[in-house]
């Protein structure tokens, strides 16, 4: 690794800090801003209690001192304090429990989504304005343009309750199935279009014609040439969309049901659980963040002939 390359990740790590901490601070003081408080609609609660429960979280103190004393147990011990509704639970294992079955399922579906994605853009791209390249593109467009919460009410009405084949509950033993599908169908079909779009570009460049003068196997330039220098755009879509996926599964995870991240975040700002609301929004700001250096780091790795600055 070059000087280059290092001052590079150095920079892009310090942005990604300043990031989050931009993205901690709007959601901070917004929170504070909407009128009512996690303790109001809870039944049986008098004013009395209500004030007793926010000394004991703090929550009556001074805006800025809540908001330097949560930044200070971030930075020195990682602590997003307690959750306000889940009585007796960190928010730190709330997360951690969410974010173990959202990452399976997120990182399940990317594989998924990779794989088909890549295949049937170099079959479409291979099979150019043929009935198949065809097929390929208005399966693909159809997916492109129905919202996965429409696809998952889909799935979920045709496998668990016309056929019961599959369960509809993420919980149940081939829960996830069903949750994948939604999730992968709509970049999957983003990465075929795009592998399609970047190989035809590829096959037509002067060293591809080059290689096929040469007397280089169709299956060698295929394989060594057009697919590697094609998946270069891919690469830069990958690593937001895996952030995307694992923690962006909010109606999807709401559906089927499944305890992931996504379902910890929906009741956290139905119950205006500011601690969990903030712990899931730097776990998101920070794996988007993340994968973003990680797919500019592979993009370089790729092609060495990209320069980062």
């Given at each position: 690794m070059n000087s280059r390359t290092l001052l590079y990740i ?48 703090g929550l009556d103190k001074p805006v800025m001192e809540q ?222 963040v993340i994968m973003n250096l990680v797919s500019d780091i ?12």
């Amino acid at each position: 690794m070059n000087s280059r390359t290092l001052l590079y990740i150095l920079k892009r790590i310090l942005i990604a800090i300043v990031t989050v901490w931009v993205v901690i601070t709007i959601t901070f003081f917004v929170m504070r801003l909407v009128p009512g408080g996690p303790f109001i609609g809870e039944k049986a609660t008098s004013a009395e209690v209500r004030a007793q429960l926010e000394s004991k979280y703090g929550l009556d103190k001074p805006v800025m001192e809540q908001y330097t004393t949560y930044l200070k147990g971030i930075v020195t011990q990682f602590d997003f304090g307690p959750s306000l509704k889940q009585r007796g639970r960190q928010v730190i294992d709330v997360l951690a429990d969410g974010f173990a079955v959202s990452a399976k399922l997120g990182i399940t579906a990317a594989i998924f989504a990779l794989i088909l994605g890549v295949g049937l853009g170099a079959v479409a791209a291979l099979k150019r304005n043929k009935l198949v390249d065809k097929f390929i593109m208005v399966l693909t467009t159809a997916m492109v343009s129905m919202p996965s919460f429409i696809m998952g009410i889909f799935l979920l009405m045709l496998f668990s309750i016309k056929l019961g084949v599959l369960p509809a509950n993420g919980d149940a033993e081939g829960g996830l199935i069903l949750p994948v599908v939604t999730l992968m169908l709509y970049p999957m079909a983003y990465i075929t279009r795009l592998t399609r779009s970047s190989m035809l570009d590829v096959l037509g460049q002067d060293y591809i014609r080059t290689a096929k003068a040469k007397g280089v196997s169709n299956r060698d330039i295929i394989l060594k040439h057009a697919l590697k220098n094609s998946l270069i755009p891919v690469i830069t879509y990958f690593g937001p969309m895996l952030a995307y996926i694992v923690t962006g599964s909010l109606v999807v995870e709401k559906i089927f049901a499944v305890p992931g991240i996504g379902r910890a975040f929906v009741n956290s700002i139905t119950g205006r659980d500011y601690p969990l609301i903030m712990g899931t929004t730097i776990i998101l700001a920070a794996l988007i963040v993340i994968m973003n250096l990680v797919s500019d780091i592979l993009y370089k790795i790729a092609d060495p002939r990209i320069t980062l600055e």
